[in-house]
């Protein structure tokens, strides 16, 4: 699949009113950094963007003043609601060359443990790998059918692509386990009076030679 | 379970404005399913413990809840039928400041259906307006 591509102009002004300025006409504030060349405040369509994010992207072919250039999106900035995107990175690529990214991991398939009481939890949610942007996979899969109650799933379980190697240093890191539910002991009940006495006061310890002087 | 601090440096605080939306907080951390507040609010421990109590008996032995909020904030009160002045009143009871965009709430190790049922009990127990939100990889 060909990288999307971004028609995007220089940004001269640079700050938090222009940056919303900016965003009121449609367009997103952006940075493009990397290969030790100037790092090049950019402004982006914020619609042709977001459509390229739905779509899963992770590359994207950048114009900008007859120029262009490979980018890999680094992070994406949104608001406190997780609607409106805010800001993107973009890290320079060359599409020969390997890079390193964080790629999610999908636990799929019921676990033999689940009809036993079992509760599947999955701890690690992305992994870093190591590949050539061409192959960039969307997601890595692992099948957590064949995990029992007390089963434990690991990095080196997690199915990989072709050109696809896992950057992560220990490949015995937990990904996911079955494991039955904690049953939480029921704390004691508080009496009133201990409740109503409320929280320990921090009082400052006045050293006795102070106590002294001032007498 | 007792929500509130164990030592405070100050028993009594002052209210206070909540102003803006949250800046942190706001994204789904340890879970699959996150309730997000979409109102500035002070949700009282008692608040809490409730919406505690109605996700666990909704879901039983099945799944894992968060709370994202701690009651930090001691709010004072003065005695019914008591003239004004002699001072600021005891603390009656703490809450969690809550800005727009703060996730309340995480559950995890379940279906969306069911998680979204369970936000549905704990919504009616809360003061402010909130929604389901999902992790985001």
């Known amino acids: 699949m060909d990288n999307p591509v971004l028609q995007v102009e220089k940004r001269t002004q640079l700050g938090s009113h222009a940056a919303r300025r900016l965003r ?7 940075v493009v950094y990397g290969h030790k060349e100037d790092t090049l405040a950019i402004s982006v369509p914020e619609k042709d963007f977001r459509t390229a994010l739905q779509t899963g992207a992770k590359m994207f072919r950048i114009h900008c003043d007859n120029n262009e250039q490979d980018a890999l999106i680094r992070e994406t900035q949104y608001d406190a ?6 800001h993107a990175d973009f890290v320079r690529v ?33 992994v870093e790998v190591r590949c050539l942007p061409a192959h960039i996979p969307e997601k890595l899969t692992a099948d957590v059918s064949g995990l029992d109650v007390g089963g434990q799933l690991t990095l080196k379980d997690v199915r990989l692509p072709s050109g696809v190697e896992i950057a992560h240093g220990d490949m015995n890191t937990l990904v996911a386990q079955v494991r039955l539910p904690m049953v939480k002991e029921e704390a004691a009940p508080v009496e009133e009076g201990e409740l109503a006495k409320g929280p320990e006061v921090i009082v400052k310890k006045v050293k006795e030679e102070e106590v002294e002087e001032e007498s | 379970m007792r929500l509130m601090p164990k030592r405070v440096k100050f028993r009594k605080t002052q209210r206070r404005r909540i102003k803006g939306n949250a800046t942190r ?31 666990s008996h909704f879901l039983g032995r099945e799944g894992k809840l968060v709370i994202r909020v701690f009651p930090q904030k001691s709010v004072s009160s003065k005695p019914i039928e008591t003239r004004m002045g002699k001072g600021k009143g005891e603390p009656e009871f703490w809450v ?35 929604r389901m939100i999902t992790r985001r990889v």
Request: glycine share 12%; hydrophobic share 45%; net charge negative.
């Open chain 2, 96 to 130: 969690a400041v809550v800005k727009p965009g703060t996730v309340i709430y995480e559950i995890g190790g379940v279906p969306e259906a069911m998680a979204r049922q369970a936000f549905n009990r704990v919504a009616h127990k809360l003061p402010v307006s909130v």
């Open chain 1, 94 to 126: 060359y599409m020969d060359e390997e890079i390193t990214l964080e790629v999610p991991i999908e636990v799929r398939g019921t676990p033999v443990g689940a009809a036993k009481g079992g509760v599947l939890e999955q701890i690690r949610r992305t």
């Open chain 1, 81 to 86: 609601f997780g609607i409106d995107i805010l």
């Open chain 2, 25 to 55: 907080g706001h994204t789904v951390a340890f879970c699959e399913y996150g309730l997000q507040s979409m109102d500035p609010g002070w949700i009282t421990a008692q608040q809490l413990e409730a919406g505690r109590v109605a996700v």
């Open chain 1, 24 to 30: 009121r006409d449609g367009k997103l504030p952006a």
